[in-house]
């Protein structure tokens, strides 16, 4: 997979979004700023803010969630890079608040924001870090994505931003392949029965990142 230079966090602007669980891409587009030492800067004009560290620009879309490319596409295009040179950072609601994936590429599976991407890369092929904001259950989907989280969940979501701004930085030193094998959780192998031998037994497969990361 070729170098990452553009990292994207996916969320909405506006102070009143600033906590909500849509926003889980731009909170660790902020921590990933930090750590790198770069400073955020608004451009109008690319619908976007952008803040630049050596070897790659760090993106948050102003567009709103569900025209993210309007702002990526162009700003990818204009510094001739392919959408394989893209992460995009967003949340979640297939995995509990705590849970981080990455994945090389794959469909929108429903997320708006993902939609638009792939249509203003023009490809599916871009890796993903999708990071958990826990299931609706009662609530409808609008109302849980731009709800907050909860005091009992806060403690979770610290730790989550924190291991996903260590796994983009992994992407960026070491590839997407070794921040995979690092940081998604390995499938749990399944017991032998009891009627197979050591002799019959087939040898479980080497599990490896990317095939432990889930399908959206």
């Not at 602007?13 to 770069?38: C, I, Q, W």
């Not at 070897?55 to 709103?64: A, D, S």
């Not at 940081?183 to 599990?207: G, R």
């Amino acid at each position: 997979m070729e170098q990452i230079r553009i990292i994207v966090g996916l969320g909405n602007p506006g102070r009143e979004y600033t906590e909500t669980r849509h926003n889980v891409g731009f909170m660790v587009l902020d921590k990933l700023a930090s750590a790198l030492g770069a400073e955020w800067k608004a451009d109008k004009a690319r619908k976007g803010e952008f803040a630049a560290a050596p070897g790659v620009l760090l993106v948050k879309p102003q567009t709103f969630m569900n025209s993210s490319g309007e702002c990526v596409g162009p700003v990818m295009r204009y510094f001739k890079f392919t959408p394989e040179q893209v992460l995009v950072i967003y949340d979640d609601i297939s995995f509990p608040v705590g849970t981080l994936r990455l994945r090389a590429a794959g469909s929108a599976g429903g997320h708006n924001g993902m939609k638009s991407l792939i249509a203003h890369l023009g490809s599916e092929h871009f890796p993903r870090l999708r990071v958990g904001i826990g299931v609706p259950g009662q609530k409808s989907m609008v109302g849980h994505v731009l709800g907050k989280f909860s005091p009992d969940e806060r403690p979770l979501l610290d730790e989550a931003l924190a291991k996903s701004t260590e796994a983009a930085l992994t992407v960026m030193r070491e590839g997407f392949q070794a921040a995979a094998n690092r940081f998604n959780i390995k499938k749990e192998k399944k017991p032998k029965k009891k009627q197979e031998t050591e002799e019959s037994a087939p040898e479980a497969a080497p599990e490896t990142g990317a095939e432990d990361t889930p399908v959206a």
